[in-house]
């Protein structure tokens, strides 16, 4: 999970800043640099992507620091990445289960951005390098030995890349393209930061249906629907906030653009509106 998800209310947050806690009623959003799989409204988030490459660094018992021999995976991977669009490194860190489950999450944690950072040394852009820690609880070796324990001390490194799942958009005329009676919503999502397009699942709704869809590689998506629909718009995007946008479909309409937050540690979002189904203490 690239966000952990944590629902707050006033009374609920010992130990929070009391900037934080005195503000009743809201919501808030903590970002821990963990790969998300579901947002938060249950909908899946997950983007198809294909393994390119993986590999394994360890490291000694009790540390983070990198050892030596590492380097040689460092160096492919760098060359394997290198400026092709659309890969991005994924790094999973783990230990043995000597210690608490605390403190073994936190040296994961440790570990984690010990890997992290050699690729920020090497110059691949922190956009595309994706975190998650999980201290003692995937183990790739029994811990009943010295080397099923030795096994858990690493961090694996996949380069995985996003995989099309629709074509893309045809640049024909919305009029030419656009059935009877329907008009095409045309968008893009993109990095908020950087700008550039994201890969990401679309949620658009309306009083009557509800219809998720996939952008191409480039952030871009289109979905015919009738004119004068009220519709909302949901993007979701792997370490990303979300973002929602409610509008009425009309002819010759711009192009919509939702711009994503990275989600980064530390990082948090203020939930303004939160939609429960009618008599229940569910969430839409």
Do not use: W
């Not at 996939?214 to 979905?223: M, N």
């Amino acid at each position: 999970m690239c966000l952990l998800l944590s629902l707050l209310k006033e009374g609920q947050a010992d130990g929070l800043p009391k900037s934080i806690v005195a503000m009743p009623f809201r919501f808030f959003v903590f970002a821990s640099l963990l790969f998300f799989s579901k947002n938060i409204f249950g909908q899946s988030a997950n983007m198809p992507t294909e393994q390119v490459y993986s590999s394994e660094v360890y490291f000694d018992f009790g540390k983070h620091e990198l050892q030596p021999g590492s380097d040689t995976v460092f160096s492919k991977i760098k060359k394997l990445v290198g400026d092709k669009s659309g890969l991005f490194v994924k790094i999973t860190a783990h230990t043995d289960s000597i210690g608490s489950l605390q403190n073994n999450l936190a040296l994961s944690q440790r570990r984690g951005n010990a890997v992290k950072q050699r690729f920020l040394e090497m110059g691949i852009p922190d956009s595309l390098l994706q975190v998650a820690d999980f201290g003692e609880t995937k183990p790739a070796a029994t811990n009943s030995t010295e080397t099923g324990r030795q096994k858990n001390r690493r961090a694996t490194i996949e380069i995985l890349k996003y995989q099309k799942a629709t074509a893309a958009p045809k640049k024909e005329p919305a009029a030419i393209l656009a059935k009877p009676g329907k008009i095409i919503l045309k968008g893009k999502i993109t990095d908020a930061e950087s700008g550039l397009g994201l890969p990401a699942t679309v949620i658009i709704r309306s009083k009557e249906r509800q219809d998720t869809l996939y952008t191409d590689a480039s952030g871009k998506f289109e979905k015919q629907l009738p004119p004068g629909t009220v519709v909302g718009v949901d993007a979701f995007s792997e370490c990303h906030f979300f973002a929602s946008q409610m509008l009425k479909t009309k002819p010759g309409m711009p192009p919509l653009e939702l711009k994503l937050k990275p989600a980064k540690t530390g990082k948090s979002l203020d939930l303004n509106k939160l939609y429960f189904i009618g008599g229940q203490a569910k969430l839409v």
